[in-house]
């Protein structure tokens, strides 16, 4: 199997894995909370708090996924690189959810929810759940096990959507029918805890799937360690006494990809608090608007989770064919086949919006408009991941650091600017030009560093055909409104054509790949 087949199979994997748990999210979770909470603030607040999360997940993980990729794809490193990661996040894990556990109730009150410390430490345990299945989930993807991996993450959101609906519909209803007392520990009045507390538990129970790639963790001399390792045991993972060696290495090789992780978190995170905080000077009409912002970003999952599928695939595989013939043309073609991808899927969603904005409630249609802004946002994110591989080939990620930083800066700066005047636009635009400034910024440094034949005019071409469809399917929304099966025809038939001159133009590099 060829290795660009192989990275298309695994991104599948990882794709349905990814569409599966987003598809329930979206088919079930997404229409039931914004019509159960049709108070834009409550999902305002759920939005926000999981932004929170986000962030703090970076500094619970300290970026070892992909130092763990770096390090444990060198051949006789696997086991004591994951040894390594999985101590260093233990640890981290163990100390950050102390200190913040500690001291809930002042966090609370310093994010403006003083009367819910319960929130925090729900997020807080969720956090650490997540972080502690870093590591085994990043070793299944260097292991090349996505059907493992997909189906623990289908599992986690499974579990979740059940207990949301065990605790916002089966418990009011077995009170209703009499059963108080079994239900004693049920408050009514926390409705929006309880989606952090399904949570919890679904975070739970999968990192009880995987605790036993930990359980095997233990010391050994360096000898004893190189051997195995040599021998690839994939049921046990050792770490050599003492490995402070590695561990330097691996804290320095990580340090700037914190830095860049939290501001690739502020990128795609940050307009929800700050649309809260300067959206409006009343505090529940900017977390209305924060609700609003996060509902409508749902609907422009698919481009996400194409984008998040192929990151999931592509990182690993990046590292595994660094050294092999040819690696560079082979990761300009990676990146050719996810712009074709990218942009017919960025067309795809507008193409079908008039149906898929009946996912949302009505109260929180009112943002469509922002959806084409976020779907190209995430397609430049997805040419970042392509673009930005070289700085981790390279052992460079000090330059991850300073893309990040700098698209941060741009979006702070935007937001800061967009948000008082514009609303929900301000987070949109603010998130398209980061992306953009980032995926330009990796490309150009790339170009001084480790050249990749990247076809940008190419790549460029696509996502000009893409938005020009994308234009004349949002210039026609207005006149076709309320005539459903016209839309459907019209977009229909914009799809097609600019399909069909992709396939035209592409004849050549198609059978190539397949050739491959």
Same mark, same amino acid.
């Given at each position: 199997?060829?290795?660009?087949?192989?990275?298309?199979?695994?991104?599948?994997?990882?794709?349905?894995?990814?569409?599966?748990?987003?598809?329930?999210?979206?088919?079930?979770?997404?229409?039931?909370?914004?019509?159960?909470?049709?108070?834009?603030?409550?999902?305002?607040?759920?939005?926000?708090? &999981?932004?929170?999360?986000?962030?703090?997940?970076?500094?619970?993980?300290?970026?070892?996924?992909?130092?763990?990729?770096?390090?444990?794809?060198?051949?006789?490193?696997?086991?004591?690189?994951?040894?390594?990661?999985?101590?260093?996040?233990?640890?981290?894990?163990?100390?950050?959810?102390?200190?913040?556990?500690?001291?809930?109730?002042?966090?609370?009150?310093?994010?403006?929810?003083?009367?819910?410390?319960?929130?925090?430490?729900?997020?807080?345990?969720?956090?650490?759940?997540?972080?502690?299945?870093?590591?085994?989930?990043?070793?299944?993807?260097?292991?090349?096990?996505?059907?493992?991996?997909?189906?623990?993450?289908?599992?986690?959101?499974?579990?979740?959507?059940?207990?949301?609906?065990?605790?916002?519909?089966?418990?009011?209803?077995?009170?209703?029918?009499?059963?108080?007392?079994?239900?004693?520990?049920?408050?009514?009045?926390?409705?929006?805890?309880?989606?952090?507390?399904?949570?919890?538990?679904?975070?739970?129970?999968?990192?009880?799937?995987?605790?036993?790639?930990?359980?095997?963790?233990?010391?050994?001399?360096?000898?004893?360690?190189?051997?195995?390792?040599?021998?690839?045991?994939?049921?046990?993972?050792?770490?050599?006494?003492?490995?402070?060696?590695?561990?330097?290495?691996?804290?320095? &090789?990580?340090?700037?990809?914190?830095?860049?992780?939290?501001?690739?978190?502020?990128?795609?995170?940050?307009?929800?608090?700050?649309?809260?905080?300067?959206?409006?000077?009343?505090?529940?009409?900017?977390?209305?608007?924060?609700?609003?912002?996060?509902?409508?970003?749902?609907?422009?999952?698919?481009?996400?989770?194409?984008?998040?599928?192929?990151?999931?695939?592509?990182?690993?595989?990046?590292?595994?064919?660094?050294?092999?013939?040819?690696?560079?043309?082979?990761?300009?073609?990676?990146?050719?086949?996810?712009?074709?991808?990218?942009?017919?899927?960025?067309?795809?969603?507008?193409?079908?919006?008039?149906?898929?904005?009946?996912?949302?409630?009505?109260?929180?249609?009112?943002?469509?408009?922002?959806?084409?802004?976020?779907?190209?946002?995430?397609?430049?994110?997805?040419?970042?991941?392509?673009?930005?591989?070289?700085?981790?080939?390279?052992?460079?990620?000090?330059?991850?650091?300073?893309?990040?930083?700098?698209?941060?800066?741009?979006?702070?700066?935007?937001?800061?600017?967009?948000?008082?005047?514009?609303?929900?636009?301000?987070?949109?635009?603010?998130?398209?030009?980061?992306?953009?400034?980032?995926?330009?910024?990796?490309?150009?440094?790339?170009?001084? &560093?480790?050249?990749?034949?990247?076809?940008?005019?190419?790549?460029?071409?696509?996502?000009?055909?893409?938005?020009?469809?994308?234009?004349?399917?949002?210039?026609?929304?207005?006149?076709?409104?309320?005539?459903?099966?016209?839309?459907?025809?019209?977009?229909?038939?914009?799809?097609?054509?600019?399909?069909?001159?992709?396939?035209?133009?592409?004849?050549?590099?198609?059978?190539?790949?397949?050739?491959?």
């Amino acid at each position: 199997m060829s290795v660009l087949r192989k990275l298309a199979g695994e991104t599948a994997i990882y794709g349905v894995s990814s569409i599966l748990s987003r598809l329930l999210n979206w088919v079930i979770l997404t229409p039931y909370l914004t019509r159960e909470f049709s108070e834009q603030a409550d999902y305002g607040i759920i939005s926000e708090m &999981y932004t929170h999360t986000a962030w703090l997940l970076v500094f619970f993980t300290f970026r070892m996924e992909t130092t763990f990729f770096r390090f444990g794809s060198k051949k006789g490193q696997l086991n004591a690189s994951f040894s390594t990661a999985s101590l260093a996040v233990l640890g981290l894990t163990l100390f950050l959810s102390t200190l913040l556990l500690l001291n809930a109730s002042n966090i609370a009150a310093f994010i403006e929810y003083p009367e819910h410390p319960d929130f925090i430490q729900w997020i807080v345990f969720i956090i650490a759940f997540d972080a502690l299945a870093a590591i085994p989930f990043a070793r299944l993807r260097l292991q090349s096990r996505p059907i493992r991996f997909a189906t623990l993450k289908v599992l986690g959101i499974v579990i979740n959507i059940i207990f949301i609906f065990f605790f916002l519909e089966a418990c009011p209803w077995l009170i209703d029918i009499g059963w108080e007392e079994w239900l004693s520990f049920y408050n009514p009045d926390s409705r929006v805890g309880y989606i952090f507390l399904s949570n919890l538990i679904a975070s739970g129970i999968v990192l009880l799937f995987l605790l036993p790639m930990y359980s095997n963790i233990r010391f050994t001399s360096k000898s004893t360690a190189n051997v195995l390792d040599a021998e690839s045991d994939t049921s046990h993972a050792f770490i050599k006494l003492p490995q402070k060696a590695l561990l330097k290495k691996m804290l320095l &090789y990580a340090s700037p990809l914190v830095i860049a992780g939290l501001a690739g978190v502020i990128n795609q995170l940050i307009g929800i608090p700050m649309l809260r905080a300067y959206g409006d000077e009343e505090l529940e009409v900017g977390r209305a608007m924060a609700g609003v912002y996060g509902a409508v970003a749902k609907l422009a999952v698919i481009m996400n989770l194409f984008t998040q599928a192929f990151n999931y695939a592509a990182e690993p595989f990046f590292f595994r064919n660094a050294e092999a013939k040819n690696a560079n043309q082979t990761y300009a073609d990676v990146a050719q086949a996810f712009a074709i991808v990218g942009s017919l899927a960025f067309l795809g969603v507008i193409c079908y919006l008039d149906i898929i904005q009946y996912f949302l409630g009505k109260n929180y249609r009112e943002g469509l408009e922002i959806v084409p802004i976020l779907l190209a946002a995430y397609f430049f994110l997805g040419l970042f991941y392509n673009f930005s591989i070289w700085y981790k080939l390279e052992d460079m990620t000090r330059f991850g650091g300073y893309i990040a930083l700098g698209g941060s800066a741009i979006t702070i700066g935007l937001n800061f600017l967009l948000i008082p005047i514009y609303g929900i636009y301000g987070p949109a635009c603010s998130a398209l030009a980061c992306y953009s400034f980032m995926a330009v910024a990796s490309y150009l440094t790339g170009r001084r &560093y480790k050249p990749i034949p990247y076809p940008i005019s190419r790549i460029s071409l696509y996502f000009v055909l893409a938005s020009a469809g994308v234009f004349i399917s949002m210039w026609l929304r207005p006149q076709l409104q309320g005539q459903i099966g016209m839309s459907l025809l019209v977009n229909t038939f914009i799809f097609i054509i600019v399909l069909g001159v992709f396939a035209f133009l592409e004849k050549a590099f198609i059978k190539k790949l397949i050739a491959r």
